[in-house]
């Protein structure tokens, strides 16, 4: 998944914007921009906050952006095939010029938060984001895909072992859902399903949760500064440590470590 911000250019002329990924874009401010399939035929669209469209991929389009801003996301093929279960051949996306969809809105959002605090949270929870868009993307806006599957039950007690000792041995990298399906052996889309059926949880839920467990044993070590306890966690920053710290346990890493040697 690529994201990028679409600010107003200071160039007037209208460019050809050629897309090779599925781009699902969201105003994050009131704005308007004039697209096109011809240089002739261009139209105004008007957009409110949280309104977005869906551009297909390989489409070719004029462009000019005067004043809108808004947050793009390409959507890879390896997502958009694992979320139609792995279907032969690309994956093909209707047009969608004002789309209008609670659940894309939502995790559209949760890109943006992430991006304004500097993508403190890695690869895994932008990895587990894409597949969550891919699989409504296809579900709901595919010229054509094959049904999704079910399954019954979830990952088996071998496997579950074995992600679990995969990311205990991973603790301090930054982990990616393809490299945790691929330990177990099975497609990114598969094992995010057969992972929350087992556990309750999304992988990136999971790992979070881990790394805070491991984060309690190092914190009752009075000698283990908090910031050397986040990075051996896999936390980009304190900061960002200490929020899910605070979320997960309800208190600071601080407050646990002073409560902890207290008693």
């Given amino acids: 998944m690529r994201v990028e911000l679409n600010v107003p250019e200071s160039v007037r002329e209208p460019r050809l914007w050629v897309k090779h990924q599925p781009v699902l874009a969201m105003a994050l401010r009131p704005g308007s921009l004039e697209i096109g399939l011809r240089r002739s035929e ?7 906050p949280g309104e977005m469209s869906l551009v297909p991929n390989h489409l070719e389009k004029w462009f000019r952006n005067e004043d809108s801003h808004g947050l793009c996301i390409a959507i890879s093929d390896a997502a958009l095939t694992a979320a139609s279960d792995g279907t032969s051949g690309e994956v ?29 949270s890695g690869r895994l929870f932008l990895d587990s984001v894409e597949q969550a868009l891919a699989v409504a993307l296809v579900k709901g806006y595919a010229v054509r895909h094959r049904s999704m599957q079910t399954h019954r039950g979830g990952l088996g007690c071998a496997r579950l072992r074995r992600i679990k000792e995969f990311v205990d041995a991973k603790m301090e990298d930054e982990l990616t859902l393809c490299e945790m399906a691929q330990a177990v052996q099975l497609s990114t889309a598969h094992f995010s399903r057969m992972f929350r059926r087992s556990t309750g949880e999304n992988p990136h839920q999971f790992v979070l949760r881990h790394r805070v467990e491991r984060a309690k044993e190092m914190l009752r070590a009075a000698e283990s500064r908090v910031l050397d306890v986040a990075v051996a966690c896999g936390f980009k920053t304190q900061q960002h440590f200490a929020r899910v710290f605070r979320q997960v346990c309800g208190v600071s890493p601080t407050e646990y470590r002073q409560e902890f040697l207290r008693h």
């Fill in 92 to 120: 093909e996306l209707r047009r969608v010029d004002k789309l209008v969809d609670a659940r894309l809105g939502t995790l559209v959002e949760a890109v943006n938060v992430e991006r304004i605090a500097g993508f403190p």
């Fill in 42 to 48: 261009m139209k105004r669209l008007t957009f409110e």
